[in-house]
């Protein structure tokens, strides 16, 4: 017979509440800062745009990107990329190309009212991080551990999905 330790019983118990109060904690950031980003673009009469797609307009940058390689860094929650890509391109946010080696490879880059969207989300990133830690009372260690737990989390997620764990 296998003999349990109540104390392993509970501390598990309390690991599966913090489990559950992470992730729920990261879906409620995630719609914070959608928010933020809409109060941001309204203030600026970006009325034509969702937050996603800003998100997805600051992410590419200053740089020339693979539908791919857009899709697989940013987190557009409940959206379809390829969808806001299509949106973005058509009211010329976006430019679109073709790769010079690999005509099929689609090149995605800022046109000049995306790159006004980029600079709305930037302005608000600028705020915030100046900010933060006086009225947010979040400082450089905090986001240290943060970051570092996150990670962690992420790697811990990608290798349960990778080698079905």
């Known amino acids: 017979m296998i003999h349990v330790n109540p104390a392993d019983v509970q501390a598990s118990a309390n690991v599966m509440d913090l489990y559950m109060q992470a992730i729920k904690n990261l879906e409620v950031l995630h719609r914070r800062l959608l928010d933020l980003v809409k109060d941001a673009l309204e ?7 969702t937050p996603n797609q800003a998100l997805m307009l600051y992410n590419i940058g200053d740089r020339q990107v693979s539908v791919t390689e857009l899709r697989s860094q940013g987190a557009y929650t409940g959206t ?8 973005l391109v058509e009211a010329g946010l976006l430019c679109h190309s ?7 490879t689609a090149l995605l880059s800022l046109g000049q009212e ?3 969207v980029r600079d709305v989300v930037a302005k608000v990133y600028e705020k915030h991080a100046q ?8 400082g ?3 986001f240290l551990t943060m970051n570092k737990a996150m990670n962690r ?11 079905k764990m």
């Open 98 to 104: 073709r790769g010079r080696m690999d005509r099929r």
């Open 153 to 163: 989390l992420d790697r811990f997620w990608s290798d349960h999905i990778e080698y």
């Open 140 to 142: 450089e260690n905090d």
């Open 80 to 87: 379809n990329a390829s969808y806001n890509v299509k949106k």
């Open 43 to 49: 203030r600026e009469h970006i009325l034509d745009i």
């Open 114 to 116: 995306g790159q006004k």
């Open 131 to 138: 900010t933060v830690v006086q009225l947010g009372g979040v």
